[in-house]
């Protein structure tokens, strides 16, 4: 959770919404 391209940014908010449904 550093620095993080943008893409991996959006890879990890996508798994994050995944988690919490």
Do not use: N, T
Request: hydrophobic letters at 30%.
């Amino acid at each position: 959770s550093d620095i993080k391209s943008d893409e991996e940014i959006e890879l990890d908010e996508d798994f994050v919404l995944g988690e919490q449904k």
